[in-house]
Nanobody
Framework: QVQLIESGGGLVQAGGSLRLSCAAS?????????????MGWFRQAPAKEREFVAA????????AIADSMKGRFTISRDDAKKMMYLQMNSLKAEDTAVYYC?????????????????WGQGTQVTVSS
């Protein structure tokens, strides 16, 4: 089993920044190392479908960012700490959503929900205009 716990959400003014964190734990990490998992961030705004935000490969060598967030969001990981991060700058009101961390043991870089096996509970990000 894999547990993913997000943190770092909150209320911020438009133009501000937040750093989301995702902590991974669980029995699967005893058998497989964290760096065999691709990781991703998704978000879901009220009355909207969950959408892809960013992903980082098992090695950290490849990343993908949704077009509307390029230049503002950065994804990273710290395998020693079993952590993943999403640095969000120049936040806009439309970035308001619940942000979810996701993981899958894969050498690919999924950008769809179906590409991930494990999900966190989400953390709320609210951007006031």
């Amino acid at each position: 089993q894999v547990q993913l716990i997000e943190s770092g959400g909150g209320l911020v003014q438009a133009g501000g920044s937040l750093r989301l964190s995702c902590a991974a734990s669980g029995r699967s990490f005893q058998s497989y190392t964290f760096n065999t998992y691709a990781m991703g961030w998704f978000r879901q705004a009220p009355a909207k479908e969950r959408e892809f935000v960013a992903a980082i490969s098992w090695s950290g060598g490849s990343t993908a960012i949704a077009d509307s967030m390029k230049g503002r969001f950065t994804i990273s990981r710290d395998d020693a700490k079993k952590m993943m991060y999403l640095q969000m700058n120049s936040l806009k009101a439309e970035d308001t959503a619940v942000y979810y961390c996701a993981a899958v043991r894969s050498f690919r870089l999924p950008n769809t929900q179906s590409g991930y096996e494990y999900w966190g509970q989400g953390t709320q990000v609210t951007v006031s205009s």
